[in-house]
């Protein structure tokens, strides 16, 4: 008797672990689909890092279409100093 106690208890806490995993996991889906500037020319956006989007001095704004490793993405952006200063979804 002890032992199939034992087990139950294991399979118990185990689902309560498994429960706890799937519910408490963090949903960033809402913050990857905000791109972010992560470096001069080059922006993260669901989880996809574009680079060389295309500021140059001189350039105030452009949109583009972008694709790299099968993600693309359409954005809007704004330069400043040849350096991306903001960009938005299109």
Same mark, same amino acid.
């Given at each position: 008797?002890?032992?199939?106690?034992?087990?139950? @208890?294991?399979? +118990?806490?185990?689902?309560?672990?498994?429960?706890?995993?799937? $519910?408490?996991?963090? &949903? !960033?889906?809402? %913050?990857?689909? $905000?791109?972010?500037? #992560?470096?001069? @020319? %080059?922006?993260?956006?669901? *989880?996809?890092?574009?680079?060389? +989007? *295309? =500021?140059?001095? *001189?350039?105030?704004?452009? &949109?583009? !279409?972008?694709?790299? @490793?099968?993600?693309?993405?359409?954005?809007? #952006?704004? =330069?400043?100093? *040849?350096?991306?200063?903001?960009?938005? #979804?299109?």
């Amino acid at each position: 008797m002890k032992t199939s106690s034992k087990k139950l @208890n294991v399979v +118990i806490l185990f689902c309560i672990l498994l429960l706890l995993c799937f $519910t408490c996991k963090k &949903d !960033d889906s809402e %913050s990857s689909s $905000t791109p972010e500037i #992560v470096g001069c @020319n %080059s922006v993260k956006y669901k *989880g996809m890092t574009f680079s060389n +989007i *295309g =500021c140059s001095y *001189g350039i105030e704004s452009f &949109d583009t !279409d972008i694709c790299q @490793n099968g993600t693309c993405a359409s954005f809007h #952006v704004t =330069c400043s100093g *040849g350096c991306v200063s903001s960009v938005t #979804v299109r």
